[in-house]
């Protein structure tokens, strides 16, 4: 059975100097390829640069015989072996530089891939069953996940010693307790680092503040004061010292001293005496302040 060598069914519309051509009752797609001629009845034949649909095609230069209006046409098929022989020649004109020959030269092996070491030159490396798992990761997310690998921290980081006589022990911070932030150089600890996060205190009139190593502030004020005792806003564990001061005007003819008396780690007793010029002492009402420092557990 002897193979088509040319098309016409139906009918074409064409402009003069035209390169988009139209079709009814045609079926391009199946039958025509690009390097097909397109010609009519006046002998004149133009090369199909593109086939879009079954009745519109694409001209590789503009149509230049008379316009065609729902007329008759021929498109003679050139021979697919033209097509198939050219596309091979340029084939072997790609493969010809060395990339192939050169991956074609390796002693393939389990776990290795071929890469290119130069132009036309290539060589075998590694690829390990860890590699793989990483390589089939789909985004940045799982391939941390693969490697163990935490997410950028979008600062920088505190940089490890090592310049002049610095050692390159690694430093670790972390808390011991809800309430005691301790760091670690090597194996050294270094002890707690203040920090007033969840440190017991209350700041206020009356109030304190507890340290790292468990120092302890404790303070208060009276606006009247009077030989009274003074309960502590927290128990010490072992107190340590209390001082006190009494707030007046300053006078050539008096003096005030206010003292503390009778530490316990849960209070301590406030004195107050005014002493007048001749020696006459009595006990005023004038406003106070103390501070008291200890230890707690």
Same mark, same amino acid.
């Given at each position: 059975?002897?193979?088509?060598?040319?098309?016409?069914? #139906?009918?074409?519309?064409?402009a !003069?100097?035209?390169?988009a051509?139209?079709?009814?009752?045609?079926?391009?797609?199946?039958?025509?390829?690009?390097?097909? &001629?397109?010609?009519?009845?006046?002998? &004149?034949?133009?090369?199909?640069?593109?086939?879009?649909?079954?009745?519109?095609?694409?001209?590789?230069?503009a149509?230049?015989? !008379?316009?065609?209006?729902?007329?008759?046409?021929?498109?003679?098929?050139?021979?697919?072996?033209?097509?198939?022989?050219e596309?091979?020649?340029?084939?072997?004109?790609?493969?010809?530089?060395?990339?192939?020959?050169?991956?074609?030269?390796?002693?393939?092996?389990?776990?290795?891939?071929?890469?290119?070491?130069?132009?036309?030159?290539?060589?075998?490396?590694?690829?390990?069953?860890?590699?793989?798992? &990483?390589?089939?990761?789909?985004?940045? !997310?799982?391939?941390?996940?693969?490697?163990? !690998?935490?997410?950028? &921290?979008?600062?920088?980081?505190?940089?490890?010693?090592?310049a002049?006589?610095?050692?390159?022990?690694?430093?670790?911070?972390?808390?011991?307790?809800?309430?005691?932030?301790?760091?670690?150089? #090597?194996?050294?600890?270094?002890?707690?680092?203040?920090?007033? +996060?969840?440190?017991?205190?209350?700041?206020?009139?009356?109030?304190?503040?507890?340290?790292?190593?468990?120092l302890?502030?404790?303070?208060?004020?009276?606006?009247?004061?009077?030989?009274?005792t003074?309960?502590?806003?927290?128990?010490?564990?072992?107190?340590?010292?209390?001082?006190?001061?009494a707030?007046?005007?300053?006078?050539?003819?008096?003096?005030?001293?206010?003292?503390?008396?009778?530490?316990?780690?849960?209070?301590?007793?406030?004195?107050?005496?005014?002493?007048?010029?001749?020696?006459?002492?009595?006990?005023?009402?004038?406003?106070a +302040?103390?501070?008291?420092?200890?230890?707690?557990?």
């Amino acid at each position: 059975m002897a193979l088509p060598t040319y098309y016409s069914a #139906g009918t074409v519309t064409v402009a !003069a100097g035209g390169t988009a051509v139209t079709g009814v009752g045609t079926a391009w797609t199946s039958v025509l390829q690009p390097g097909d &001629l397109f010609t009519d009845a006046s002998g &004149l034949m133009v090369r199909i640069a593109s086939i879009e649909s079954d009745t519109a095609l694409t001209l590789a230069r503009a149509w230049p015989g !008379a316009a065609i209006a729902g007329g008759a046409y021929e498109i003679q098929l050139t021979p697919r072996s033209v097509g198939v022989q050219e596309a091979t020649r340029q084939l072997l004109l790609m493969l010809s530089n060395g990339n192939l020959s050169s991956i074609a030269e390796l002693t393939s092996a389990a776990d290795k891939m071929p890469y290119y070491t130069g132009s036309g030159t290539a060589a075998l490396a590694t690829l390990s069953a860890f590699a793989r798992t &990483l390589l089939d990761d789909p985004d940045q !997310a799982t391939a941390r996940t693969t490697l163990g !690998a935490q997410e950028a &921290l979008g600062f920088t980081p505190v940089q490890q010693g090592g310049a002049g006589s610095m050692l390159t022990d690694k430093v670790k911070i972390g808390w011991v307790s809800s309430q005691k932030l301790t760091a670690y150089v #090597g194996a050294a600890d270094i002890g707690a680092i203040w920090t007033d +996060h969840l440190a017991p205190k209350n700041i206020a009139s009356l109030g304190y503040q507890k340290f790292p190593g468990g120092l302890t502030l404790q303070w208060g004020a009276l606006t009247q004061a009077q030989d009274t005792t003074i309960n502590f806003p927290v128990t010490f564990t072992q107190i340590f010292g209390v001082v006190a001061n009494a707030t007046y005007t300053a006078s050539t003819t008096e003096a005030f001293e206010a003292t503390a008396a009778s530490l316990t780690n849960t209070s301590f007793s406030l004195r107050i005496r005014q002493i007048l010029n001749g020696g006459v002492v009595q006990v005023p009402g004038l406003a106070a +302040h103390w501070l008291a420092w200890g230890y707690i557990a």
